[in-house]
Every structure is written in C-alpha cells, then in structure tokens.
C-alpha cells in the first residue's frame, strides 16, 4: 500500500470518541480525541447512556477535526475503517453509523474492525514497518481485557488471559478504593512512580499457575485487607498502597509476558493497551526484553491509550487481505479475536 491512500479510522468502542487519518503506509496524518473523562469521572466509572449521548455530540466535529488536521477533504479519503466491537453497544453504534454513512455516501470501502486487533496494530503506526513484526508475542492491557496472544500469521493462536478483572479494571477499581479519581491507572502510576518507601507484601495471583492466564480481583481484595492496617487512608498509606498494588500487577504480567516468549520461541513483544502506557510496565519490558535479546515494540503513550489511529491500521491491513465488509455488516458488543477453531484474527 503506498502514501497516497488514506483511511478514515473511527473510534467509539467505550468513552473517547476519536477521529484520525492514516496513510497506506501506516504513517499517521492526523488522531484526534475527545476524551469524555470530565463526565465520567464523576461517576466514577463510564456511564453507558452518557457516554453514548457525548459520542453523538462529538463525532462530527471530531471527524471534520481529523480531516482539517490531516490537510484532507472527504472526496480524497480511500477507505473507512471503524470499531465493530468490543465494547459498549450505544457507543459503537454511534461511531459505526457515521462511518456507515459516510462509506455509503461516498462509495468507499468500509472495514469493521475489532478494538483489541486495532491495540496491537498501534504498535506499528508511525514505524515505518507495515506489518506487525511476526512471529511475536502480544501482550493486550486495557481497561477491558488482558490477553496474551501469540502471532505468527496463519499460526497465530490465543495463549491466555484474564479470569476476572481485566488489569486497567483493577486498576481502576483499586483507585476508587483509594478514593482517587477515574481513570485510576494514569493516577496510580503517577502516585507509584515518586513513591520511595517500602511496599507491602500483596500476592501475586496466578504467577506460578504455569500458564498464560490472569486473575486481578483477588488484588483488590488484598488492597483492602492490607488498607484496614491503617486507620484511616491518609497521603502516606494511599501512596504506599497504590505503589504495591501497581508493582504486583506489573510483576505478573511482565513474568507471564516472559515466559509466552520462552513457550513459543519468539523474540518479539508487542505490548499495547492503555496499561501500557503505565511508566512502571513500560521500563520492566525495556529491561526484561534487552537481558534475554529480544525486541520490545510499544507505541507511544498517545497510541496505548483508544484512538482512532490504531483502528485506520487494522483497517488498512484487514482491507489488504481480505478486501471491504459487507453491506450489511453490524456492530458486534461481544466480538472476539478468537477463531472457533483456536486461531486469532488480528
Ligand atoms: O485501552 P483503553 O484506553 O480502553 C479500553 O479499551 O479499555 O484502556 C483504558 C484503561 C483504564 O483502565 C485506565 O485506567 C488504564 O487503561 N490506564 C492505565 C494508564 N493509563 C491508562 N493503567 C495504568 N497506568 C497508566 N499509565
Ligand atoms: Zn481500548
């Protein structure tokens, strides 16, 4: 695919309605989001039919954003690609119209795109690679999921993943406990990352299980046991706790990550999703990668975190080999990476 082709890539999967204009070659032109944190964070948590009612507020003005950023009209656009699933069904919808809309209007290709395929393709934006380095490792960390994946193409298969709580839902569970603010991750990495004292001895679950899955809401558990030695909850005991709730979270996961890389041989690790952006988890990688030789690829912070940038790459890639959705294609809330027979599509 060369520079000259560009795709409209449209986000609207949970709380952030995003915009953003890739070309052929993964080089990203122009992402732009519109973060609903402001509304949710009063809640405490994403509220479906706000989050939906903010979509339909923002999409158009997010989507003429992207264009003017990327310097492009609507008539040079080659192919809209757009979250199917998963997430929450009144927000896909919104993001999913408009891209249906504006595909039937123009005559162009339409792509439905999974939301955890499109966290990993954000590993490739900006890199000057096409493809997703193969054969790899995938490490997918947000506020939804926790999966390991390995990739090798046809090969590719589902290694693992979260029995519970997904991590960034521990994260932002832990957070509230705390009495912090949502999202909690980039709060709780913040508060860990000055922290200089001593950390608490919190379980690490399912370290030792001898496969790829996780568990994280036995974590939140032991937050709260661990809380009920203080007093109450002052600056001290909130930063201590955050600083070894956030260390046994990165420790499984970075020892998990490792040993899929051990398993299946392969010496490259995609880690994506917004608890990549975590700093914590982001320098065990660099450091754990390096000692056993092999490649770390993790996009920057702006592409770990829901963008629509991410969603263009999936979407030129899905295009490129197996060609535009149909018509009548829909969203799908529940929609997994998973084959039935045990394969991945990424
Ligand atoms: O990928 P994402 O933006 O949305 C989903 O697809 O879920 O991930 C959001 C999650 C939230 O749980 C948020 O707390 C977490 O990512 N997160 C972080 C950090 N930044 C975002 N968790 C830990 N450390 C961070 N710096
Ligand atoms: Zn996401």
């Given at each position: 695919?060369?520079?000259?082709?560009?795709?409209?890539?449209?986000?609207?999967?949970?709380?952030?309605?995003?915009?953003?204009?890739?070309?052929?070659?993964?080089?990203?032109?122009?992402?732009?989001?519109?973060?609903?944190?402001?509304?949710?964070?009063?809640?405490?948590?994403v509220v479906p039919e706000l989050a939906s009612?903010?979509?339909?507020?923002?999409?158009?003005?997010?989507?003429?954003?992207?264009?003017?950023?990327?310097?492009?009209?609507?008539?040079?656009?080659?192919?809209?690609?757009?979250?199917?699933?998963?997430?929450l069904v009144g927000s896909?919808?919104?993001?999913?119209?408009?891209?249906?809309?504006?595909?039937?209007?123009?005559?162009?290709?339409?792509?439905?795109?999974?939301?955890?395929?499109?966290?990993?393709?954000?590993?490739?934006?900006?890199?000057?690679?096409?493809?997703?380095?193969?054969?790899?490792?995938?490490?997918?960390?947000?506020?939804?999921?926790?999966?390991?994946?390995?990739?090798?193409?046809?090969?590719?298969?589902?290694?693992?993943?979260?029995?519970?709580?997904?991590?960034?839902?521990?994260?932002?569970?832990?957070?509230?406990?705390?009495?912090?603010?949502?999202?909690?991750?980039?709060?709780?990495?913040?508060?860990?990352?000055?922290?200089?004292?001593?950390?608490?001895?919190?379980?690490?679950?399912?370290?030792?299980?001898?496969?790829?899955?996780?568990?994280?809401?036995?974590?939140?558990?032991?937050?709260?046991?661990?809380?009920?030695?203080?007093?109450?909850?002052?600056?001290?005991?909130?930063?201590?706790?955050?600083?070894?709730?956030?260390?046994?979270?990165?420790?499984?996961?970075?020892?998990?990550?490792?040993?899929?890389?051990?398993?299946?041989?392969?010496?490259?690790?995609?880690?994506?999703?917004?608890?990549?952006?975590?700093?914590?988890?982001?320098?065990?990688?660099?450091?754990?990668?390096?000692?056993?030789?092999?490649?770390?690829?993790?996009?920057?912070?702006?592409?770990?975190?829901?963008?629509?940038?991410?969603?263009?790459?999936?979407?030129?890639?899905?295009?490129?080999?197996?060609?535009?959705?149909?018509?009548?294609?829909?969203?799908?809330?529940?929609?997994?990476?998973?084959?039935?027979?045990?394969?991945?599509?990424?």
């Amino acid at each position: 695919m060369k520079s000259d082709f560009w795709a409209l890539g449209i986000e609207t999967s949970c709380d952030d309605t995003s915009a953003s204009v890739v070309d052929g070659t993964l080089m990203v032109l122009s992402s732009v989001v519109g973060s609903q944190e402001i509304v949710h964070a009063r809640h405490g948590g994403v509220v479906p039919e706000l989050a939906s009612r903010k979509h339909s507020e923002n999409i158009i003005p997010v989507i003429d954003a992207a264009l003017g950023e990327a310097g492009k009209s609507l008539d040079e656009i080659d192919l809209v690609a757009v979250t199917r699933g998963p997430g929450l069904v009144g927000s896909l919808l919104v993001g999913f119209m408009a891209a249906k809309g504006l595909a039937w209007g123009l005559g162009l290709p339409l792509v439905g795109v999974n939301h955890l395929a499109a966290h990993v393709w954000a590993a490739a934006l900006d890199s000057g690679a096409r493809k997703l380095p193969n054969p790899s490792v995938c490490l997918i960390v947000s506020g939804g999921h926790t999966d390991l994946l390995y990739y090798a193409g046809e090969r590719s298969e589902y290694l693992g993943g979260t029995r519970d709580d997904a991590a960034g839902e521990a994260y932002d569970k832990v957070a509230r406990a705390l009495g912090l603010s949502y999202p909690g991750g980039p709060i709780i990495d913040r508060i860990a990352s000055s922290y200089r004292g001593k950390l608490l001895d919190l379980p690490r679950p399912m370290l030792q299980s001898g496969d790829f899955d996780f568990s994280f809401s036995g974590l939140k558990t032991a937050v709260a046991v661990a809380s009920e030695g203080w007093e109450s909850l002052d600056g001290a005991s909130i930063e201590s706790l955050a600083a070894s709730f956030q260390e046994a979270v990165v420790d499984v996961l970075v020892t998990k990550a490792m040993a899929a890389l051990e398993a299946t041989g392969a010496d490259n690790l995609i880690a994506a999703g917004g608890v990549a952006a975590n700093s914590r988890l982001r320098s065990r990688l660099r450091d754990e990668c390096a000692s056993r030789g092999a490649r770390l690829f993790i996009p920057p912070l702006k592409y770990c975190t829901d963008n629509a940038a991410m969603v263009a790459a999936a979407g030129i890639n899905r295009y490129l080999e197996r060609g535009a959705d149909d018509r009548q294609i829909d969203v799908d809330p529940g929609l997994s990476l998973r084959r039935e027979d045990g394969g991945i599509n990424l």
